[in-house]
């Protein structure tokens, strides 16, 4: 499976375990659902700061986002 799309997937259920929606973090990232919905569904890949404030707001690591056990 390819990065974007495990991101995607991990971000997914991170949102879903706090009882966000994705409108709800769109908001919280200055974006439309549809722009945020394209993250959860791997077309679109997130630059940094958007990996940084999504773990921030989703109180995730950058190692659970990416699917990294150590």
Do not use: H, W
Request: positive net charge; hydrophobic residues 40%; glycine residues 6%.
């Amino acid at each position: 499976m390819e990065i974007a799309k495990i991101v995607g997937n991990n971000l997914k259920v991170a949102r879903r375990a706090k009882g966000y929606t994705q409108k709800a973090i769109a908001a919280q990232m200055y974006m439309t659902q549809q722009q945020y919905s394209r993250f959860e569904n791997g077309v679109f890949e997130l630059n940094y700061e958007q990996i940084l404030r999504l773990c921030e707001l989703l109180d995730i690591t950058p190692n659970e986002l990416f699917g990294i056990s150590l």
